[in-house]
């Protein structure tokens, strides 16, 4: 069993598994994401408030990130790079989850809306 540790302190507030490229995806209410490889972890800064939701594209090239802070992080898994970030007027992160075989992330904010995205290019599909 692996233990991580190192968010400064601050409580984990998202996890996602990500076996395939190195173990696991953890956000935080630090405001960073982190990709955990054993017990050393890559970071990802960009948010500005607590990090509420991490996935993981099936490619594993990609994280996406939420947070509240309004807005959906994507970042490069093998640079570390923020590749887009999307910010949407009261949109307070509080799930997001990935539709199987298509390029199309669900989120789900306080809003009270459900929000589709493209994860190539994190564009808007629809709200309902």
């Known amino acids: 069993v692996l233990s ?11 996890i996602e598994n ?9 956000g935080c209410r630090d ?3 982190r990709l955990w490889n ?3 972890a890559t970071v990802f800064a960009g948010h500005s408030l607590v990090v509420t939701a ?7 090239t990609r994280i996406l990130s939420g947070s509240r802070d309004n807005c959906i992080n994507a970042w490069d898994t093998k640079t570390g790079k923020l ?7 009261r949109n ?10 298509e390029n199309v992330l669900v ?4 809003d009270k809306r459900v929000r589709l995205w493209d994860t190539r290019n994190l564009e808007l599909i629809h709200i309902y």
């Open 4 to 14: 991580y540790m190192r968010h400064d302190g601050k409580p984990v507030s998202a």
């Open 31 to 33: 405001t960073n994401v």
């Open 83 to 89: 590749l887009y970030s999307i910010a949407e007027s």
């Open 54 to 60: 991490v996935v993981i594209t099936p490619d594993n």
């Open 92 to 101: 307070l992160i509080t799930a997001m989850k990935l539709i199987p075989n």
């Open 38 to 40: 054993g017990t050393t």
């Open 107 to 110: 989120q789900t904010s306080e």
């Open 18 to 26: 990500a076996q395939t490229i190195g173990g696991v995806v953890t």
